[in-house]
């Protein structure tokens, strides 16, 4: 499983600002320290304020800091606000239809792997992610 390119960003960004939440930060800050293209990161701020993951502040002492405390933000919140929300009734073969009564050859196989990987990404928070300081931004 890989996350989108706009999901990575995400991450990177709101586990930044967890890391280093003692201010606001600019887009232009994150674009700098994080090394991401700018035009790309402002949409990914401008999403992630939608979805209520981060605020907002106009000024001079403005920028973006996390809306919610880390340990409340899921890695499933995160994929939804960017516009990958879990499946857990997805066909790794991609059928439209497959569940017990109209397997695809995989659909055994693949309830295992499927069930540890919703577990991951709705018991993995960002302050399990962001206060891991080996961990890459």
């Given at each position: 499983m890989?996350f989108?390119?706009?999901?990575?960003?995400?991450?990177r960004v709101?586990?930044?600002l967890?890391?280093?939440?003692?201010?606001?930060?600019s887009v232009n800050?994150l674009?700098q320290e994080?090394?991401?293209?700018?035009k790309y990161?402002?949409?990914?701020?401008t999403d992630?304020v939608?979805k209520?993951?981060?605020?907002?502040m106009r000024g001079?002492e403005?920028g973006?800091?996390?809306?919610k405390?880390?340990?409340?933000?899921r890695?499933?919140?995160?994929?939804?606000?960017m516009?990958?929300?879990?499946?857990p009734n997805?066909?790794?073969l991609?059928f439209?239809k497959?569940d017990?009564?109209n397997?695809?050859?995989?659909?055994?196989?693949w309830v295992?792997?499927?069930?540890?990987?919703e577990?991951?990404?709705?018991?993995?928070?960002l302050?399990?992610?962001?206060?891991?300081?080996?961990?890459?931004l």
């Amino acid at each position: 499983m890989y996350f989108s390119k706009t999901t990575e960003y995400a991450i990177r960004v709101l586990s930044y600002l967890d890391r280093y939440n003692d201010s606001t930060h600019s887009v232009n800050h994150l674009h700098q320290e994080l090394g991401l293209p700018y035009k790309y990161l402002t949409r990914v701020v401008t999403d992630l304020v939608k979805k209520g993951l981060i605020v907002s502040m106009r000024g001079r002492e403005g920028g973006v800091t996390l809306a919610k405390k880390a340990e409340d933000i899921r890695l499933c919140d995160i994929l939804d606000a960017m516009g990958e929300p879990l499946e857990p009734n997805r066909c790794i073969l991609g059928f439209e239809k497959c569940d017990a009564a109209n397997p695809c050859a995989l659909h055994d196989q693949w309830v295992a792997p499927k069930n540890m990987i919703e577990t991951m990404l709705t018991e993995t928070t960002l302050a399990s992610l962001s206060r891991n300081k080996q961990t890459k931004l």
